[in-house]
């Protein structure tokens, strides 16, 4: 590390020793290049050197003085640092008593709370269970409607039905005015809460019910 003296802090800095390694490892390979040489070390000379520091100064401290403690004073000192102890014993116990008693009282509410929750969830999945069997027995008992299918105005539909013939009426629910047998061919004109709007073989149009066509 070089260093100015007279101006500290000033042209002077401070190098890792890991560069004199490097340097060394440098000059050494020069060395080997030469066959014959002589080594001469310089040793540095530095000038402006400081001069000894002066032998600090002892500061001088006042020893406070401890006043002196009575046979009685001492007494009365240590029973009221008993006493003090003491109710703090007994304050300690009754704080860890509320906080058992707090702590109990938690988790007898959560405990519970659960066994409520466990109780109604068991009934609702009881109940559940109950509606899914009434469910299934309905759906047993009666038979599922089909779904009705509509046959598209202008197409044409054939007469199937229980009955013998199937009136042909001026309006729904209105005066016959002919009569239809099963296997009748008749075209669809319009359709009105399961009624067809139809025209026979024969030219006549009249309303029947869309249950007797398929």
């Known amino acids: 590390m070089k260093w100015n003296p007279d101006k500290p802090a000033t042209h002077q800095y401070a190098t890792h020793v ?11 390979r020069i060395y080997r290049l030469l066959d ?12 402006a050197q400081p001069g000894a520091s002066a032998k600090p100064k ?10 002196k403690t009575t046979k009685d004073d001492a007494g009365a000192s240590t029973a009221k640092q008993q006493s003090d102890e003491k109710q703090k014993e007994v304050a300690d116990d009754k ?14 509410s959560t405990d519970n709370a659960k066994q409520q929750s466990d109780d109604k969830q ?6 559940d269970a109950s509606k899914e069997e009434t469910s299934d027995d309905t759906e047993k008992s009666v038979p599922a409607k089909e779904k009705e299918v509509i046959i598209p105005n202008g ?12 009136s042909v ?46």
């Open 18 to 28: 890991q560069w004199a390694v490097s340097q060394t490892a440098q000059l050494a």
């Open 36 to 47: 014959n040489f002589i080594l001469v070390y310089d040793v540095p000379q530095f000038e």
């Open 58 to 67: 002892l500061a001088k401290f006042k020893v406070a003085e401890v006043p």
């Open 95 to 108: 704080n860890a008593a509320k906080e058992n008693a707090s702590a109990n009282q938690a988790e007898y």
């Open 122 to 127: 068991q009934t609702d999945a009881e109940n």
């Open 155 to 166: 197409e044409y539909g054939v007469i199937e039905s229980e009955d013998i013939e199937v």
């Open 169 to 214: 009426l001026e309006q729904p629910e209105g005066k016959t005015i002919s009569s239809l047998t099963n296997g009748a061919k008749v075209k669809i004109l319009d359709y009105q809460n399961n009624w067809y709007k139809v025209e026979t073989e024969d030219g006549e149009i009249g309303w029947i019910p869309s249950k007797a066509v398929h």
